[in-house]
C-alpha cells in the first residue's frame, strides 16, 4: 500500500482526486480522521504540526523552589502529539504501507512537519520507504511532476526548523515565566516575552517614544494664485519651507507683478511595472485594501489549499524559467479578466518584470486556478483578484508619464508649477490599486504673463515619525531579519491577542511599553534584534550542513544564560518598575464616596468588579460581567460626570463589549430594581445616589439609623424601606431562578432571546417557578413560547414546585421521588387523600404514607388524616376483592374515595363515592347492596 501525507485534510482530498485521475477516490472517516483511497494508495492529511516540543515532565509548577525560571534553558525537551487521532490513524496505516510519500509543504515548516511524519511512520515501521514529493502549487500538473519525480527529505532543512522551535521554546517559556513572577501576574495576566516577539514591540515601543519627544518646528509655505485660460492655478516659492517667519513676509511682500513664465520644460517619465509578489510584498498590498496581515495571510492560504493561487510562503520575486507564463495566462482566460488577459497579451512586454529576490524554492505568488467571485466570496476575492491583477501586471508593458513643469518670475522672486499626465497607461491599466494622480497644466510660453490673483502664506508644522501600520511593520522586520515569511504576522497577532499593542497603525499598550522599557534597561539582548539575526543565519548554516542543530541550540543556550545573570541580579528592580508602570492600566477614576482610586479587579481570572483602592475602609464597588464575557479594559474615554474611565470588554473572537462609564451603567442597570420598591420615588432616588447608594443590596446592607440620617427620612420610614428592599432582593432571585429555569428549558431563536421572555414573563406577573406552574397557556405563549413548550414548561414548573413544597413539609428525598410520580403536589394532597390511595398509587408502604402525612399535615397546619395499618389494609383488601364486581383495578379508585374495607364501602354515600373515584354511582349501590346481602346472610345463619 502506498500512504500518501499531506500537510492539511484539505489539500489531501486535492492531491488524492488529482492522482487517482479517472478512477474513483473513496472517502472514509477512520476514528474521526478522512482518507482518501483509490486504488492502493492511502492519502491522510495533517493538520500541520500534529506534534509539539515540550519540556520534560516536572516544569509545570511555575513557583517550584528547585526549579526556578533559569532551570527551564537546560530542561530535558520532548516531543509531544498533540493531534492524538491523527498520530494514531497515521501510525496505523504506516503498519500496512509499503512506501511512505511525505507530500507536505515546501519549505522550512513544511519539512519539518514532514520530519515528524517521517518519524511517527518510522516509529511502528522500520523498513518502509519514505519518499518526499515537492510543489509549489496544488494543481493537476504540479502534483503530478511533483510525483514522478519523488525525491528524500531533507533533514538538514528539517533540522534547521527543529531548532528554531526548540529555540524559541526555550527563550519563551524561561523569560515569560521569569517577567511574570518577578511583576507578579499569574493566569490570564502573564506577561509573555519572546524571541522575535519582544524586538518586534521594542520597534513599536521605541516609535511611540520618538513621537512623544518630538518636538514640532514651525515652517511656512508661499503660494501664488493665478488664472490661465480660465481655469486656476496654484504655483509654489521655490524656496520650498522657510523656517524663517521674517523670511517669508520678506519674500511675499515682494511677490509684485508682473507674473512672468521664465522657463517651460517637458519630458517624459518612465513608470515601472511592479514586480512580482513575494509574501511581504503581497501583505503590504492586501493591507492597503483593508486586510490585517494575518487575516490576507489566512485568505491566501486558502486559496493555495483550494488551488487558485501558488504557495504564498515565499521570498521570490523572479518568475523561474520552468514556470509557463502562458500557461497562467490561459487559465485567465476562463474568467471575469479574460479583457484584461486579451490585453496583456497584444502589448505583452518582452521579459516578465523581477524583483531582486530570486530563490530557488517556490517561485513569486501567481494564480494558479480560474475562480469567480460567486465561488469564493467578497473576500477571497478580492485577494483573489490583487494576486491576478499583479501577475497580469509582471507581463504588462511600463506607463509613461508626460510631464511638465513650468517657471515664473513675480519681482524677482521664483515660483513654478510641476504637472503629470498619463500618456501611456501600460500596466496600470491591468493594476489599479496604486494612485495615479494626473495633474494638467495648460500650456504657456516663455514671456507670457499671467495676473497675481493672490498671495498666500501658510504656517504649517513638521510632523513626528508615523506609527507602524501592520504591513509597515511587516516589511522593517523583513528589513532587520525579524522572523520569516511564515511568522511576521503571527508575531503581529500575538502581540495584539496579549494587549501589547493596539489600533492600526499599531500603538503600544501601558503594560507593552512597560515590559519593553524594563528589559531593553536590564537585559536588551532580548529586545534587540541581533540576536534572533544571528539566529537566522545559523539556521542557515544548519540547512547548508555546515553546522549541526545541537551546536546552535547549546549556543542559544549559553545566550540565554548570560541574559539570565542580568536578569536574576535585577528581579526586584524589574519587577517594581513594571508593576508601577501598569497600575495605571487598571485606574479608572476617583471613587465617587472617598475620592481614591477605582481599579479593575480580577478575581481568580473568572469573576471582576471595580473596587475601590481604600478598601477595607471604602467598600464602593461596581459589579461587572463575568470574565466569560470578556476581560475589561480601561478605554481613554473619560465620563463628564464621573470622571471615569470607559471599560470595554474584549474575549478573543467576539466583538468588543463596551459598557461606557461603569458607573453610569451601575447606575441606569440599576434603577429599574430600584424602582421595584414600592416606596420608591424619584426624589428618595436621588437622594440615595447622592449617597453613593446605587443598588437594592446597598439599602438591604446600610442600617435603619444611618439611612435615617443620610436621606432625611423617619426612622420608620427608613426601617419600611429596608424591609421592603428585602423583599424586592427576594423577589430578583425567585426571577433569577425563573431566569435560569427558562434558560435551561427553552432553546433561544431568532427574536426571542431567554431575556426577552423573561421579561415578557415578568410583565405578565409571572415571578417565580410556582407562578410558571400555574400561569395560564395563552400568557405563556404571549411570551413566544409554542403549544408543545407551554405545556412541557408548566409540567416541570409544577413538579419543581411540588418538590420544593414537599421538601420544605419534611419528608426525605427518596419518597418525595416517588410521591411525585403518584401526582401528590403539596401537603395538602396528604390531607385529602385516603393514605390507602397515596400508597397503591406510590408504592411507599402505607405505615410510611401515614407517618409522612402527619409530618406534611402538621408542617402545612392542616388536620391528619385518619390512620391505618398494613394489616387493616390487606384484610380490608381481601374483604372488597370477596364483593362481586370489585377486581384489583377498581381497588384503586375506591380507595381514592376512602373505601378500604367493607365497612366502609357499606357506609359510603354511593353519590359522593362515584364523584371521588370515578365508579359509576349505580355500580356503588349494587356492591353496597350486595355486601349488606351478604350481611344478611351471614345474620340468618349465626
Ligand atoms: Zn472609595
Ligand atoms: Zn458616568
Avoid at 228 to 234: H, N, Q, R, T, V
Avoid at 279 to 293: E, I, K, M, N, P
Avoid at 564 to 569: K, T, V
Avoid at 846 to 853: F, G, I, M, P, S
Amino acid at each position: 500500500m502506498h500512504l500518501i501525507v499531506a500537510e492539511k485534510n484539505i489539500s489531501a482530498r486535492r492531491i488524492a482526486a488529482m492522482l487517482a485521475g479517472n478512477n474513483h477516490v473513496t472517502n472514509k472517516k477512520e476514528g474521526g480522521v478522512d482518507t482518501y483511497a483509490f486504488d492502493d494508495t492511502v492519502l491522510v492529511g495533517l493538520k500541520g504540526h500534529v506534534v509539539e516540543v515540550d519540556f520534560v515532565e516536572g516544569y509545570t509548577n511555575w513557583r517550584s523552589e528547585e526549579r526556578p525560571p533559569r532551570s527551564l534553558i537546560d530542561a530535558g525537551i520532548v516531543k509531544r502529539p498533540t493531534e492524538k487521532r491523527i498520530v494514531s490513524l497515521l501510525q496505523k496505516l504506516a503498519k500496512k504501507a509499503d512506501l511512505v510519500t511525505i507530500a507536505t509543504d515546501f519549505d522550512t515548516e513544511g519539512e519539518l512537519i514532514g520530519k515528524e511524519a517521517y518519524e511517527l511512520v518510522r516509529a511502528v515501521n522500520k523498513g518502509v520507504r519514505i519518499l518526499r514529493a515537492r510543489f509549489s502549487a496544488i494543481t493537476p500538473q504540479e502534483i503530478k511532476r511533483a510525483f514522478s519525480e519523488l525525491t528524500e527529505l531533507d533533514f538538514a532543512l528539517a533540522a534547521a526548523g527543529e531548532s528554531r522551535q526548540i529555540i524559541d521554546l526555550m527563550w519563551g517559556a524561561s523569560l515569560t515565566r521569569f517577567i511574570s513572577i518577578a511583576a507578579r501576574r499569574g493566569g490570564a495576566n502573564i506577561l509573555s516575552v519572546g524571541r522575535v516577539q519582544s524586538p518586534t514591540l521594542a520597534m513599536i515601543a521605541d516609535r511611540e517614544k520618538e513621537i512623544e519627544s518630538f518636538v514640532p518646528q514651525k515652517y511656512w509655505m508661499l503660494t501664488l494664485d493665478t488664472k490661465k485660460d480660465g481655469s486656476p492655478l496654484e504655483l509654489r516659492h521655490t524656496h520650498g519651507r522657510f523656517v524663517d517667519h521674517d523670511d517669508a513676509l520678506a519674500a511675499r511682500k515682494r511677490t509684485t507683478e508682473p507674473l512672468t513664465v521664465t522657463e517651460v520644460k517637458e519630458g517624459v517619465k518612465n513608470d515601472r511595472a511592479p514586480t512580482p509578489f513575494d509574501t511581504t510584498s503581497l501583505l503590504v498590498a492586501a493591507g492597503r485594501l483593508g486586510f490585517s496581515a494575518a487575516n490576507a495571510m489566512r485568505v491566501a492560504e486558502d486559496l493555495y489549499m483550494n488551488g487558485f493561487i501558488s504557495y504564498p510562503r515565499t521570498d521570490n520575486t523572479v518568475y523561474p524559467a520552468s514556470l509557463n507564463l502562458d500557461e497562467v495566462l490561459g487559465v485567465l482566460k476562463a474568467t471575469a479578466f479574460s479583457g484584461d488577459v486579451a490585453w496583456v497579451e497584444r502589448h505583452r512586454r518582452p521579459e516578465p518584470t523581477r524583483g531582486k529576490k530570486s530563490s530557488t524554492d517556490h517561485p513569486p505568488i501567481h494564480p494558479t486556478g480560474a475562480a469567480t467571485p460567486a465561488q469564493l466570496g467578497e473576500e477571497r476575492w478580492k485577494l483573489y483578484e490583487l494576486v491576478v491583477r499583479r501577475f497580469l501586471a509582471t507581463l504588462s508593458p511600463d506607463a509613461r508619464w508626460l510631464t511638465m513643469k513650468v517657471n515664473f518670475d513675480a519681482g524677482g522672486e521664483p515660483y513654478t508649477v510641476t504637472g503629470g499626465q498619463l500618456k501611456e497607461e501600460g500596466w496600470r491599466r491591468v493594476y489599479p490599486y496604486s494612485e495615479a494622480a494626473e495633474r494638467l497644466i495648460p500650456a504657456c510660453t516663455v514671456g507670457e504673463r499671467l495676473p497675481i490673483l493672490g498671495v498666500n502664506l501658510e504656517e504649517k508644522e513638521t510632523q513626528p515619525p508615523p506609527r507602524y501600520t501592520q504591513s509597515r511593520l511587516i516589511q522593517t522586520m523583513e528589513e532587520l531579519g525579524l522572523g520569516t515569511k511564515s511568522t511576521r504576522h503571527e508575531v503581529i497577532g500575538k502581540l495584539v491577542s496579549r494587549r501589547y499593542v493596539q489600533g492600526n497603525p499599531l500603538r503600544p499598550t501601558l503594560v507593552g511599553r512597560a515590559v519593553v522599557e524594563s528589559l531593553e534597561k536590564h537585559a536588551d539582548t532580548i529586545t534587540r534584534p541581533d540576536m534572533t539575526r544571528t539566529l537566522e543565519a545559523s539556521m542557515q548554516q544548519i540547512k547548508e550542513s555546515t553546522r549541526t542543530r545541537d551546536d546552535v541550540v547549546g549556543e542559544s543556550r549559553a545566550m540565554l544564560h548570560s541574559v539570565f545573570d542580568d536578569l536574576e541580579a535585577h528581579e526586584e528592580q524589574i519587577g517594581a518598575e513594571i508593576m508601577d508602570r501598569t497600575v495605571e492600566e487598571r485606574t479608572v477614576g476617583p471613587c465617587p464616596v472617598c475620592g481614591k482610586d477605582l481599579q479593575i479587579r480580577q478575581v481568580h481570572g473568572a469573576s471582576q468588579f471595580i473596587g475601590c483602592s481604600g478598601y477595607p475602609e471604602c467598600t464602593f464597588n461596581i459589579s461587572l460581567p463575568g470574565v466569560q464575557w470578556g476581560k475589561a479594559i480601561r478605554l481613554d474615554q473619560v465620563c463628564d460626570k464621573h470622571r471615569l474611565n470607559h471599560i470595554r470588554l474584549i474575549r478573543k473572537g467576539a466583538r468588543p463589549w463596551d459598557i461606557g462609564c461603569p458607573l453610569c451603567s451601575h447606575i441606569e442597570s440599576n434603577a429599574a430594581t430600584l424602582r421595584l420598591i414600592p416606596h420608591m420615588t424619584d426624589a428618595l432616588l436621588a437622594r440615595l445616589h447622592a449617597s453613593h447608594m446605587y443598588t437594592v443590596p446597598d439599602i438591604v446592607r446600610a442600617s435603619a439609623a444611618d439611612l435615617a440620617a443620610h436621606l432625611s427620612i423617619g426612622s420608620e420610614e427608613a426601617e419600611k424601606l429596608v424591609q421592603e428592599a428585602n423583599d424586592v432582593l427576594d423577589l430578583l432571585r425567585r426571577r433569577s431562578e425563573l431566569k435560569k429555569f427558562i434558560r435551561a428549558e427553552v432553546s433561544p431563536r431568532r427574536g426571542r432571546s431567554h431575556a426577552k421572555i423573561a421579561q415578557k414573563l415578568a410583565a405578565a406577573g409571572i415571578d417565580d417557578i410556582a407562578a410558571l406552574g400555574s400561569a395560564r397557556v395563552d400568557v405563556l405563549k404571549e411570551a413566544g413560547l409554542s403549544d408543545e413548550e407551554t405545556q412541557g414548561l408548566r409540567a416541570k414548573a409544577q413538579a419543581i414546585r411540588s418538590e420544593r413544597r414537599l421538601r420544605e413539609a419534611g419528608l426525605p428525598a427518596v419518597s418525595i421521588k416517588k410521591y411525585l410520580e403518584a401526582g401528590i403536589a403539596g401537603p395538602e394532597d396528604f390531607a385529602t387523600l385516603h393514605p390507602a390511595y397515596i400508597s397503591a398509587k406510590s408504592g411507599v408502604r402505607v405505615e410510611t404514607v401515614c407517618k409522612h402525612a402527619e409530618v406534611a399535615c402538621s408542617s402545612a397546619g392542616l388536620d391528619t388524616p385518619p390512620k391505618i395499618t398494613q394489616k387493616r389494609l390487606e384484610k380490608g383488601r381481601e374483604e372488597l376483592l370477596a364483593v362481586p364486581g370489585i377486581g384489583e383495578p377498581t381497588l384503586e379508585k375506591l380507595y381514592r374515595a376512602g373505601i378500604v374495607d367493607a365497612a366502609s364501602l357499606a357506609a359510603a354515600d354511593p353519590e359522593r363515592a362515584s364523584a371521588a373515584s370515578g365508579i359509576p354511582a349505580a355500580k356503588i349501590r349494587a356492591c353496597i347492596a350486595s355486601i349488606s346481602a351478604e350481611d344478611k346472610k351471614e345474620r340468618v345463619r349465626t
